[in-house]
């Protein structure tokens, strides 16, 4: 499929987007604005104050976006996932350069001007509003300007918390390696950040703009929201509602349409919060903004409860039932019927080759060969550290790498050795071969699905759907699902939609 | 000193010292100074000798470290700065005009703050362009950088002169201009004060601007008033700094250059 053909298909898709980008920054510019010019001239009052405000504004920005997100979701109103905590992060973002350009600007009116105004006999506040304010605008408007294209860009990064915007594509494109919606994204924020930077610029040159570009902004913002700004979240009874959430990768966006769409034929609400990053699904169903996500026992059993590593799948799945129950209010379904393990990956070539079977194999040639691992796996305590250490395996290079990216880097001989997930629809596609955990060092990765006790109190169908869906995916099933979607780049929704067909 | 004899006097400066915080040498020293009504004082000395200070001690733009200042009767700090200031009208040099405001909005500022209504503004506005020989139709609608130097002087006096002050601070007004435009200013101005009767106090350290303009001259050197005469008298003084001064009088008139 080419761009065009890409753009076709799925401009109405991509024209939401750019809505919702274009409201979260618009509303997250606004209230930077309100906040940050008042901030601004009371600096200009109070020399004392400059230096800490605008300290504390500084460190701000330099905090990386998808940290500042992460600090928020368990922070009580204003955190959270979704539109709120997006915009939360991004009024943040904003207001250096708004206050900053403020007090400049206003600092920056020739004394001899501000002196005559205060001689002719002007108060503090007529010398503000109609000699500082009007000849620092220029100024203030291009902190605006300069805020604006940053927080197009930030903005990007807010899909990662399910406030949508062009980042969907961005992050979509980037797992699932098609540079169609990497460019459908990135291109349109690009596009979105030049045309906001002209806008501005023209407002910043004619200065009587000034209260009209206002206006606009203004009516905008009492407009736009209301028509469905933040997905299909507004204007909804919530009493029976379920807002499900997925993971940032198509197998948890999948297993997580599965469900919704089950629940939609029985008649259920239900509200996508897919493809959220890093631990952002657990934190917000334990916070109860999220009823209910796909999850594996594994990482449940590591990455949550913190423990060491076991091998018994029953005593992992038992164990995480009990503790959830206990610590989370949260039920743990029955297994799906299939694992989404690390799954050790060689090119096949290679494997024929060196008639490699398992990891124990392949630990004579390791240290000629370089290892392409994914952030998850580089970081946490069941990925590499132990893994290397369980297997004595040294490597010539160890490069973190985003993981959707390792698969190629893999077929196309950049690296020699990669840690994928063992339902990955490519590893057949690529001729690649999985080392067998020959040590069983992997921790049972059982696909199960979590949800709030009290939403399973408060919507019976759920209970339904998950005791259907016990034990009917395979392994096979999975990997097939994951190509449709990863390698023939079709709509999730309509793959669900044939499967839960076939099952029936 | 009597009511009578007090209302004579528009503003007294009495003891009064300046000094900035944390600084040793005072900018103004012990200065007793009265102005009576109706009268254009020139205070006139070298940069830093600490008149532009005298000047803004008037409309509290600054406060006195030590001694008052009277205005009207009334020490400047038990007046309320705004009302003080809009009594006062303030040229500066270029005018001070705001960039942002047409010519009438400038000139039409005191007005506006003091409440008059539009109708009224505007003829004042109109009156006061014609004063300062500035043709409303042709400047009242424009912006001060698309004035001259001497233009843009005359709308700074014009928009002092709006609100009808009794006293008028002139800071150099005339410093920015050239020789030819400053003189013809100069003469204006002279006539227009005998005109309307305003008192005046005038900063500069231009000596001809002074002789020109002055009821009485007062020299000021490092913050001290040394001489306070009517320019007849000051002429036959023999202290040495007037002496100073007329010899550059004397110098230019000879060799025909003005700096």
Known sequence: MNFWQFLQLNWPELLLLIRQHIVLVFIAIAIAVIIGVPVGILLTRHRALRGPVLGIANVMQTIPSLALFGFLIPIPFIGGIGARTALVALVLYSLLPIIRNTVTGILGVEPSVREAAVAMGMTDGQVLRQVELPLAMGVIVTGIRVATVIAVGVTTIAAAVGAGGLGVYIFRGLRQYDNNLLLAGALSAALLALLADFLLGLVERRRKLVPTAAAVIMLLICVLPLRGGSSNTDNTDNAGKVTIGSKDFTESALLAEIVAQMLEARGVLVERRFELGGNLPHEAMVSGTLDLYPEYTGTSFTAILHHKPIGDPRAVYAQVKQEYAHKFKVEVSAPLGFENTFAILVRGAEARKLNLKTISDAAPHTPKWRAGFGQDFMSRDDGYPGFSKAYGLRFADVREMDLSLTYIALSSNKVDLIAGNSTEGRIATLDLFQLADDRHYFPPYEAVYLVRQDTLARVPAIREVLDKLANSISTDDMRRLNYEIDGNRRDPKEVVREWIGGKR | ?259
């Open chain 2, 1 to 259: 000193m009597d009511d009578a004899a007090a209302n004579q006097q528009l503003v007294q400066f009495r003891n009064v010292s300046f000094s900035l915080p944390h600084a040793s040498t005072p900018i103004i020293s012990e200065l007793n100074l009265d102005v009576a009504r109706g009268e254009t004082l020139v205070l006139l000395g070298e940069s830093g000798c600490g008149k532009t200070t005298t000047l803004k001690l008037v409309n509290r733009l600054l406060v006195p470290s030590a001694g008052e200042v009277v205005v009207e009767g009334k020490s400047t700090t038990a007046w309320d700065a705004i009302a003080l200031r809009r009594r006062i009208g303030y040229v500066i040099q270029e005018g001070g005009l705001f960039p942002h405001f047409t010519i009438a909005a400038n000139v039409g500022l005191v007005p506006g703050l003091l409440g008059w209504d539009q109708m009224r503004i505007q003829d004042r506005v109109r009156e006061l362009l014609d004063l300062v020989g500035l043709a409303p139709e042709q400047f009242a609608k424009r912006y001060p950088r698309e004035l001259s130097g001497g233009q843009r002087q005359r709308a700074g006096v014009a928009r002092a002169l709006a609100a009808d002050p009794p006293l008028l601070l002139l800071d150099e007004p005339f410093g920015a201009l050239d020789p030819l435009t400053r003189a013809s200013l100069q003469r204006e101005f002279a006539e227009l004060s005998r005109r309307l009767g305003k008192t005046a106090i005038l900063v500069t350290h231009d000596v001809r601007e002074a002789l020109l303009l002055a009821t009485r001259i007062g020299l000021m050197h490092r913050g001290r008033l040394l001489l306070l005469e009517p320019p007849d008298r000051f002429l036959a003084s023999d202290n040495q700094q007037v002496r100073a001064y007329l010899e550059t009088l004397a110098v230019t008139e000879r060799g025909g250059t003005t700096r």
